[in-house]
């Protein structure tokens, strides 16, 4: 019967290993490649940028009983002449539509129409207009946040690892997980907006987190790895991500789960839709980083290790130890079959003659 416990004791004690170290150059090309086409999205394809980013006019219908989307978008398609506006629920009453800049005049009419197909007040829907600046100011900030944030990541790590090639791995796996998330935004046509933005920053945090957890276990396996000749550093670094592979599903599935509650009952079920942008790229950012801190960081980080020239004259030590070590248990083997073939001269049946004499008590006097 399955059991999760038996297959975490096995991978931990080493009766089973999964060879992820070992396969790391397969793991590091496909994250090329998939970073490749995402930045290919972004030569060719024009991003689904929200209302902050684009500027446009924002009507809010509060009080309403009726929260279909479909009156909102009959007006905007007869009035405001806009072929994709946005509507999102704002809680069980509001209603939120979002289009291109309008003039005084139409904005003016699409307000009186959203009310007459409410059935509302026309005090009771607003509008505003907001300005493309403010979406562009939160995005210089951001990015401006992020490459401060990899810095002084990157000075912590190589100073708590003792270890750039580590540093080096964990913003490997932050650029993945980065470039991949907006990637799969951009191809997909999901909207940006200043709310994705935060939830790709937050994701930088969790990626990091389950990066260090996964560092942290390589680290202790492979501290005094050159005072020993039985297994070589990626031998090593592969036991201790077998060690934490268990442990690191957990998190991320503990993680994922009130994401994914958020998303899909929250979001799709109950209509919550302004929790959407936030959801949806955290749900793809932490599937994302949960890969990329087992398959992109510590096998970049071993890759990076393996040119240390005390590391490759250990494995390459390792290595001929046990080919001499095989080679012995091989002529051994070849000694013991060239005993096999000497001549066996068959001897006779001995009979009673065999077996022990019994010995003669001694009288007593």
Do not use: C
């Not at 980065?178 to 951009?186: A, D, E, R």
């Amino acid at each position: 019967m399955f059991s999760m416990y038996k297959v975490g004791n096995d991978l931990y004690t080493g009766r089973s290993s999964v060879n992820i170290i070992g396969r790391r150059k397969i793991w590091l090309l496909l994250a090329l490649v998939l970073m490749v086409i995402s930045l290919l999205a972004f030569a060719v394809k024009s991003p689904n940028t929200g209302i902050e980013f684009r500027g446009g006019s924002q009507f809010t219908v509060s009080g309403t009983a009726n929260t279909s989307h479909q009156p909102a978008y009959d007006v905007i398609k007869t009035v405001g002449k806009d072929d994709a506006p946005r509507v999102a629920n704002l809680g069980s009453s509001s209603i939120r539509v979002q289009t291109v800049k309008l003039d005084d005049r139409q904005t003016q009419e699409v307000r009186e129409a959203l009310a007459s197909a409410y059935q509302v007040q026309a005090t009771d829907v607003t509008s505003t207009f907001v300005g493309p600046s403010w979406g562009a100011d939160i995005l210089s900030k951001a990015i401006r946040a992020m490459i401060i944030f990899m810095v002084l990541i990157s000075l912590v790590l190589t100073i708590y690892f003792r270890s750039w090639a580590i540093a080096v791995g964990a913003n490997g796996a932050l650029v993945h997980d980065f470039i991949i998330t907006l990637g799969v935004y951009w191809w997909a046509g999901f909207e940006i907006t200043p709310a994705t933005v935060i939830g790709l920053l937050t994701i930088m945090g969790y990626s990091l987190y389950d990066t260090v957890v996964v560092f942290d276990k390589v680290r202790e396996n492979t501290e005094n790895i050159t005072s020993q000749y039985r297994y070589t550093y990626e031998e090593t670094a592969n036991q201790a991500m077998n060690q934490s592979l268990i442990r690191s599903l957990n998190t991320s599935i503990t993680g994922l789960l009130p994401v994914s509650a958020i998303l899909f009952i929250g979001v799709y079920i109950l209509g919550a839709d302004t929790l959407r942008d936030l959801a949806l790229v955290m749900f793809v950012g932490m599937l994302l980083s949960t890969l990329s801190s087992l398959i992109i960081a510590a096998p970049l980080a071993v890759f990076l290790a393996m040119r240390n020239p005390k590391i490759r004259e250990h494995t390459d030590e390792v290595l001929r130890r046990r080919a001499q070590l095989l080679n012995e248990g091989q002529q051994e083997e070849s000694d013991q079959a060239t005993l096999g073939q000497v001549e066996v001269i068959a001897g006779g049946h001995r009979g009673h003659r065999a077996q022990p004499k019994r010995q003669k008590k001694r009288k007593k006097r």
